[in-house]
């Protein structure tokens, strides 16, 4: 029995992980799940919220808007909305992106780019409280 699990992570933008790790815990829309060696196939939903890779060195934390994951006999994908480790955010440049958001989702003149902004405040104050 395989004692690791091959897992990936990506975004539109990049390839946030790739490589064995112990465990994954994520976000599904039906609930929190664990994914280990040897686990059933599944495929499901992600919702936003903070997918933990276990290695062996201890638990990194990604922050994800959303996506799929997908568990084979091969391992577990994660494809991504939008990714962010938790540890590259900066919380004095996020405060100050979720200003500038919350200004334009405020802003009368405009349904479309009002609609935009509250779907990007909704992601960007779901990261903030990610960091507490």
């Given at each position: 029995?395989?004692?690791?699990?091959?897992?990936?992570?990506?975004?539109?933008?990049?390839?946030?992980?790739?490589?064995?790790?112990?465990?994954?815990?994520a976000p599904g829309v039906e609930g929190e799940f664990g994914v280990m060696p040897q686990h059933a196939p599944f495929m499901t939903v992600l919702k936003p919220g903070i997918v933990r890779i276990h290695e062996t060195s201890g638990v990194t934390p990604v922050f994800v808007r959303g996506g799929f994951a997908d568990v084979t006999p091969a391992g577990l994908?994660?494809?991504a909305e939008e990714a962010v480790r938790l540890a590259d955010v900066d919380a004095a440049s996020l405060d100050s992106e979720i200003a500038k958001v919350r200004s334009d989702a405020n802003?009368?003149?405009?349904?479309?780019?009002?609609?935009?902004?509250?779907?990007?405040?909704?992601?960007?104050?779901?990261?903030?409280?990610?960091?507490?």
């Open positions: 029995m395989a004692d690791t699990l091959n897992f990936s992570l990506v975004s539109p933008e990049r390839e946030l992980f790739s490589g064995d790790v112990k465990q994954v815990d994908a994660i494809l802003d009368p003149g405009d349904d479309a780019r009002r609609k935009r902004a509250t779907e990007r405040l909704a992601y960007l104050e779901a990261l903030r409280a990610a960091l507490n």
